[in-house]
């Protein structure tokens, strides 16, 4: 039997060989991070949101959009996405269905480079790689202060990043969705010898 150690290694090796993401970013309001951050975890459909569709979904993104930002709030963790897939084997990358399914929608999809997990995220503070504090003029530096707070105690790197240099980028990007789905599949042929 082999070594957990080992395992995980070899997963890390078939992850980074698909060329899947590096980062997860998860996106949420400022009233979030302290119970996130006590917990550990993110738990579908809790805490303060926009969104609110009871899909017990966790929703992570491999890249951050001003139309992410703009929808599910202002603080985004940047996790390590080897060590959360590790901890969370569940995750997967939102699979939209055939092009017919796609038309279907009322928004654009996509273009959230949207990765799920069912029910909760489970991580240690050390995936975390820094949180970005996404200011705008609604959102000044000062509206973060409890939030830093939070942060400062836990050891967390944070930086205040303007909402004006994210992409705004709301469109689908089907040459992304294709790619990752097609990792994916690389991915999981390894993942399932391991």
């Keep these: 039997m082999k070594k957990e150690g080992a395992r995980m290694d070899e997963l890390a090796l078939g992850w980074e060989k698909?060329?899947?993401?590096?980062v997860f970013y998860h996106t949420t309001f400022i009233e979030n991070v302290p119970l996130i951050l006590i917990d550990q975890k993110i738990i579908a459909?809790?805490?303060?949101?926009?969104?609110?569709?009871?899909n017990r979904l966790v929703s992570l993104s491999d890249?951050?959009?001003?139309?992410?930002?703009?929808?599910?709030?202002?603080?985004?963790?940047?996790?390590?996405?080897?060590s959360i897939y590790i901890k969370?084997?569940?995750?997967?990358?939102k699979n939209y269905g055939s092009s017919q399914d796609i038309s279907k929608y009322e928004e654009a999809p996509?273009?959230?480079?949207?990765?799920?997990?069912?029910?909760?995220?489970?991580?240690?503070?050390v995936d975390i790689?820094?949180?970005?504090?996404?200011?705008?003029?609604?959102?000044?530096?000062?509206?973060?202060?409890?939030?830093?707070?939070?942060?400062?105690?836990k050891s967390i790197k944070y930086?205040?990043?303007?909402?004006?240099?994210?992409?705004?980028?709301?469109?689908?990007?089907?040459?992304?969705?294709?790619?990752?789905?097609?990792n994916w599949k690389k991915f999981n042929k390894v993942a399932k010898y391991v």
């Design 88 to 93: 969370n084997k569940l995750i997967v990358p």
């Design 45 to 54: 459909n809790k805490g303060e949101s926009i969104c609110r569709e009871e």
């Design 129 to 153: 790689n820094k949180a970005l504090l996404i200011t705008s003029r609604h959102f000044k530096e000062s509206t973060f202060n409890d939030v830093v707070s939070v942060l400062r105690n």
């Design 159 to 182: 930086i205040f990043f303007s909402e004006r240099a994210l992409s705004d980028n709301n469109i689908s990007d089907m040459m992304s969705y294709i790619s990752r789905m097609r």
């Design 110 to 125: 996509l273009f959230e480079n949207e990765w799920i997990s069912p029910k909760e995220i489970k991580f240690d503070l």
């Design 63 to 82: 890249r951050i959009t001003r139309g992410i930002v703009e929808f599910c709030g202002n603080v985004v963790f940047e996790f390590d996405a080897i």
């Design 18 to 22: 698909a060329k899947l993401p590096s």
